[in-house]
């Protein structure tokens, strides 16, 4: 009888997880490419479009292919809040969202079906009637196969440097600084 209730209440943690998504589902990669989001018909009003080909993410030197584009937000994190609220014009089949938990705040849209997403080739444009305390962007992506975050992942769009690029940026960092030193004795 335990082992069934705790097969239930780790169900039940995991159903209500997935649908929980917050500041911190958002994974870091080195780089999207393919996917971009430039401003249009004014200050809070963002295209975000799909290139035809070639759109990926890079993650621990790998690159995983973009198929769709199907959550569209601003983010804030390191605990701090985000207040949205939605514009006109929002493509058919898309929902709003805000959501200010898990170390940060979301604020954005969701096309949950194959017939709304952003596919390839394509762009849609996204209005926000308000916007205050954001400072990345985030994606809902699809892939072409599994990545590490399965078929289906968030992405922050502001990329994370990879333990290698950080290695060489520190030693690049103290060759200068012994390049100083030396040349200040001299």
């Known amino acids: 009888m335990k082992k069934v209730f705790a097969a239930?209440?780790?169900?039940?943690?995991?159903?209500?997880?997935?649908?929980?998504?917050?500041?911190?589902?958002?994974?870091?990669?080195?780089?999207?490419?393919?996917?971009?989001?430039?401003?249009?018909?004014?200050?809070?009003?963002?295209?975000?479009?799909?290139?035809?080909?070639?759109?990926?993410?890079?993650?621990?030197?790998?690159?995983?292919?973009?198929?769709?584009?199907?959550?569209?937000?601003?983010?804030?994190?390191?605990?701090?809040?985000?207040?949205?609220?939605e514009g006109a014009g929002t493509p058919a089949g898309w929902s709003f969202d805000l959501k200010n938990n898990g170390g940060g705040g979301m604020a954005g849209w969701e096309g949950?079906?194959?017939?709304?997403?952003?596919?390839?080739?394509?762009?849609?444009?996204?209005t926000f009637a308000t916007l205050s305390g954001n400072t990345d962007q985030g994606f809902h992506l699809a892939f072409a196969g599994n990545t590490p975050f399965g078929q289906t992942a968030f992405i922050k769009a502001n990329p994370v440097p990879e333990p290698t690029t950080m290695l060489g940026l520190a030693i690049g960092g103290l060759g200068l600084i012994a390049r100083r030193r030396k040349n200040a004795r001299s």
């Open 8 to 85: 239930i209440v780790l169900a039940l943690g995991v159903f209500t997880g997935a649908l929980a998504q917050s500041w911190s589902s958002f994974n870091g990669v080195s780089s999207i490419v393919g996917v971009t989001v430039t401003p249009a018909m004014g200050p809070n009003t963002f295209t975000v479009s799909l290139a035809s080909s070639g759109a990926h993410i890079t993650y621990n030197g790998t690159d995983y292919a973009i198929t769709q584009v199907f959550g569209v937000y601003a983010l804030t994190g390191g605990g701090g809040t985000i207040s949205a609220t």
């Open 112 to 126: 949950p079906s194959n017939n709304v997403r952003i596919n390839a080739g394509q762009s849609k444009s996204f």
